[in-house]
C-alpha cells in the first residue's frame, strides 16, 4: 500500500501565501507523476498542478504564475507553494501520485490520493 500525507493547509489573507506539502510512504518502487488538485464547495475536483518524474510541470490556467510545484524525489514529497491567493482559491487541496508498488509477487500499479488539507482565502 501507498499512503499520501498532506500538510501546510490553513486559513490566509487575500495576497498571502502558504506551502502545501505532501509525502508519500509505503511499498513505492517507483513514482511516475505527483500532483495537486482542488475541489471548492458546490464544485468537481479540478488540476491544480502536475510534475511528473521526466519531464515539463503543468498548471491551470487560474494559477499560472502565482503556484509553483516542485519535487523531492529522494524523499517522495511534492510541494505547491502558493502566492498571491486569492478567495477563489479557497478548496480542499488533494494530492496525488502515480507510479509502482513492489507486493509480494512482484510490481503493482497504484494511484494514491491524500486525505486533503483545507485552504482559506479571507477576503
Known amino acids: 500500500q501507498v499512503q499520501l500525507v498532506e500538510s501546510g493547509g490553513g486559513l490566509v489573507q487575500a495576497g498571502g501565501s502558504l506551502r502545501l506539502s505532501c509525502a508519500a510512504s509505503?511499498?513505492?518502487?517507483?513514482?511516475?507523476?505527483m500532483g495537486w488538485y482542488r475541489q471548492a464547495p458546490g464544485k468537481q475536483r479540478e488540476l491544480v498542478a502536475a510534475?511528473?518524474?521526466?519531464?515539463?510541470?503543468n498548471y491551470a490556467d487560474s494559477v499560472k504564475g502565482r503556484f509553483t510545484i516542485s519535487r523531492d524525489s529522494a524523499k517522495n514529497t511534492v510541494y505547491l507553494q502558493m502566492n498571491s491567493l486569492k478567495p477563489e482559491d479557497t478548496a480542499v487541496y488533494y494530492c496525488?501520485?502515480?507510479?509502482?508498488?513492489?507486493?509480494?509477487?512482484?510490481?503493482?500499479?497504484?494511484?494514491?490520493w491524500g486525505q486533503g488539507t483545507l485552504v482559506t482565502v479571507s477576503s
Open positions: 496525488n501520485a502515480d507510479g509502482t508498488s513492489t507486493v509480494v509477487a512482484g510490481l503493482l500499479p497504484f494511484d494514491a
Open positions: 509505503g511499498n513505492i518502487f517507483s513514482i511516475n507523476a
Open positions: 510534475i511528473p518524474s521526466v519531464g515539463s510541470t
